[in-house]
């Protein structure tokens, strides 16, 4: 099984700035990675897919980069909906597919 | 839009079995190029994925379940299941069924369902 870890579990930062969160895989999975964001009470929400391919209506703001193990989120500028937990997750080496355990991104 | 929507009891006891339905709504369940998913998020804690069917009755299982889980499809009525046998209050959780393509990750999620295992 290819365990996805993510870090920090907690990130906190302002509204108009920038955050980064990082996804480790722990065996290679190509560019086969996804980010998702969950917020309170909803489903989890596609962001990117393929490690760096906005979803369709994802703002720019969103950005992935990465291949093989590691993996990066970057928020560019925070707005205010953007505060919830982010999830990655492999589909390179399945069954099964994995997930991270989240990381939470709260105003600072 | 394709839209996907769980149903079943909100209340099982231990040792029965789950049993779920998604329906598909705004398009077709049998394309063959997409999975049809069930995943499930314990209160406060991350997600796990249990298991998928795709081409109309091929499945793959999460191993951690595979011994307790079947899933199936009926496309005539546009819907898969999910059964989870021999339940505990480990499986007590928020249960979504979702849509995936081969290479863009869960594209279509329901709103979930909350199943709660208890007597």
């Known amino acids: 099984e290819t365990v996805m870890t993510q870090s920090p579990a907690t990130l906190s930062v302002s509204p108009g700035e920038r955050a980064t969160l990082s996804c480790r895989a722990s065996q290679i999975v190509s560019t086969n990675l996804a980010w998702y964001q969950q917020k309170p009470g909803q489903a989890p929400r596609l962001l990117i897919y393929?490690?760096?391919t906005r979803a369709t209506g994802i703002p720019a703001r969103f950005s992935g980069s990465g291949s093989g193990t590691e993996f990066t989120l970057t928020i560019s500028s925070l707005q205010s909906e953007d505060f919830a937990v982010y999830y990655c997750q492999q589909y390179n080496n399945w069954p099964p597919i994995t997930f991270g355990q989240g990381t939470r991104l709260e105003i600072k | 839009q394709l839209q996907l929507q769980e149903s079943g009891p909100g209340l099982v006891k231990p040792s029965e079995t789950l049993s779920l339905t998604c329906t598909v709504s705004?398009?077709?369940?049998?394309?063959?190029?997409?999975?049809w998913d069930w995943i499930r998020q314990p209160p406060g804690k991350g997600l796990e994925w249990i298991g998928t069917?795709?081409?109309?009755?091929?499945?793959y299982y999460n191993p951690s379940l595979k011994s307790r889980v079947t899933i199936f499809v009926d496309t005539s009525k546009k819907q898969f299941s999910l059964k989870l046998s021999s339940v505990t209050a480990t499986d007590t959780a928020v249960y979504y069924c979702a849509r995936r393509s081969v290479t863009d990750g869960f594209e279509i999620w329901g709103q979930g369902t909350m199943v709660t295992v208890s007597s």
């Open positions: 393929g490690a760096s």
């Open positions: 705004g398009g077709s369940i049998s394309r063959s190029s997409y999975y």
């Open positions: 069917i795709y081409n109309s009755g091929s499945t």
